[in-house]
């Protein structure tokens, strides 16, 4: 008899989605789906407004990730004024993009995944949290939370909030750097740097004892999709976008964000209300790509900085090509926040960024606008109309999550292929399903939007459970 | 809030979405503390939307900790004021749903620390609709949850 194996909800994500496994008579995996079951609606209840509003609107999506939102929407509406904001702000607005990133992969790594890779993925769930890893490594914990605290003191200290800050508007900043909030941040570095090394020394010890999971885990083929600079270093506020393939060849460079709102298409499934992205010449599904730490660290050949150039290239020696399991994701994550502490310090010790001139000013001077940066889970894209005098007549936002929804999907059906034989399961072999997810790091609160009309489907059911009636809305 | 992140001998630390009527009780008690002790060092108020793993480290930077919640399981209004014990290392916890038991076994596993006080004010909320204001008995408890939190601070800081 043919099963349906469902996870819900799935655990140490942020947002609510469930994972469908359907067993085929023999009791092998037939299909299985990511879900994502909530709606959040902001590109139409925003229309209206001013576009000046979108920044501050559209940081309220996410509570982990608001800055990447800030920027990409900020840079969307510069694009409407045709400004170019000062060398200054561009340098501010990195270093708080980095160090959302820094506190957004701690999150990931120490809060959400840790517990599996530390305590191992058949451990008891109610020893497998954040509580069962501060008593096996109280020191790993430690640096978790340490690095959390770089991130999140950084982000208040220049917008005065840790969660939802201001600061970033159209034009650039409203506020100059202060020294002393220099002078705080640099002296943070050193502590950051120490529990960096420590997650990465952690990390690589106990990476080797997964080999099922790294062979298991989304492991396969695909294009990659990433911020680039001119002198082919990792970025995550400004560049332009690199599309690769499987093999590592350019598929195309140079992306803008008004380029990516031509060539990148949104598909929509039944069973999910996230869309899944794709590049229109290659078509859906084949144009599919991941983003995020993986991919970023496949299309870069440098990281820009010295300590994480040495990362990456022992990240490079895991394959001869693109490196292909999601299970890296994690790698890649921890290379990143090296960066993201690298860049920050390199920034502050730059006088200039105390320069006063951080804001350029401008009306509306074109009626469509695109903005584009990374977040820490991977390329975001804001894309607005509006009409002359500023109101917002449309908003579409093309969300990393989105963007690795195909993988996702890919993901979790092999890991229940290879985890799932004749029907039989363990709570373990679930948990390593939801483990694929939790890899790519997803936003699923930042991910799901209305797409004109949402896809719906009602099912009546009676109580012996049998469906009497069924309408479907596409 | 301050962002002074030395440490204190008493923190107060509450959580609540100001968007959700009384589940803002929290939040406005603190910024209530804020304001009351603000010529005091010795005393830290943070506000937050809800408990995370990090605070654990300020809560061990501390000698005592007062938490401020709302609360769904007590009649509308009522105050409770009641010593929190830490989370057994069996106890099974969720990140998104850290609590006060939480944070005190963190704050014991992670940093070794064991506050000489702790304890929990909650207020019993009426509403937790989308709003910025509160029921009528959640109002009337202001005072008597405002005099509970001026003599656990007095006490805290006696000893």
Known sequence: MSQTITIDPVTRLEGHGKITIHLNEAGDVENAHFHVTQVRGFERFSEGRPFYEMPSLMARICGICPVSHLVASAKACEAIMAVRIPHTAAQLRRMLNLAQMVQSHALSFFYLSSPDLLLGMETDPVQRSILGVAAANPELGRAGVGLRRFGQHIIELLGNKRIHPGWVVPGGVTEPLASAKRD???????????????????????????????????????????????????????????????????????????RFTEVIGEAVEPYSYTKFAYYKPLGYPEGSYRVGPLARLNIVSKMGTPKAEVELVEFKQLAKGPVESSFYYHHARLVE?????????????????????????????????AGQAEAPRGTLMHNYKVDENGKMLWANLVIATGQNNNAMNRGVLQAARHYVKDGKFTEGMLNRIEAVVRTFDPCLSCSSHAFGQMPLEVSLVDAGGATIDRVVRS | MKLDSSPARCLILACGNTLRNDDGIGP??????????????????????????????????????????????????????????PRTANGGTA????????????????????????????????????????SDEVEAALPRARGVIEKAVFRFLEN
Do not use: C
């Open chain 1, 184 to 258: 705080e941040i640099l002296a943070m570095i050193p502590e950051a740097y120490r529990n960096l090394s420590l997650a990465l020394d952690a990390y690589k010890k106990i990476a080797s004892t997964f080999k099922d999971e790294i062979s298991a885990f989304a492991n396969f083929p695909t294009n990659y999709l990433g911020l680039v600079n001119d002198d082919e270093s990792i970025e995550f506020t400004d560049g332009a976008l690199r599309l690769i393939d499987a093999k590592g060849a350019t598929i195309e460079d140079g992306m803008t964000a008004t």
């Open chain 1, 337 to 369: 926040m090296l960066y993201g502490i690298e860049k920050i310090e390199e920034i502050l010790s730059d006088p200039k960024i105390l320069d006063p001139h951080v804001r350029a000013t401008a009306g509306v001077n074109r009626l469509e606008g």
């Open chain 2, 28 to 85: 406005n008690l603190a910024e209530w503390a804020e304001e009351r002790f603000e010529q005091d060092s010795n005393i830290r108020v943070i506000a937050r939307q809800q408990f995370t793993p990090d605070l654990a480290e300020e809560i061990a930077a501390a000698e005592s900790v007062l938490f401020i919640d709302s609360s769904v399981e007590l009649r509308p209004g009522r105050v409770d004021f009641f010593p929190v014990i």
């Open chain 2, 95 to 134: 990140t998104h749903q850290f609590d006060a038991p939480d944070l005190l076994a963190l704050a014991r596993d992670l940093y070794d620390s064991r506050s000489a006080h702790a304890m929990l004010l909650t207020v019993g909320a009426g509403s937790m609709e989308l709003g910025e204001s509160f």
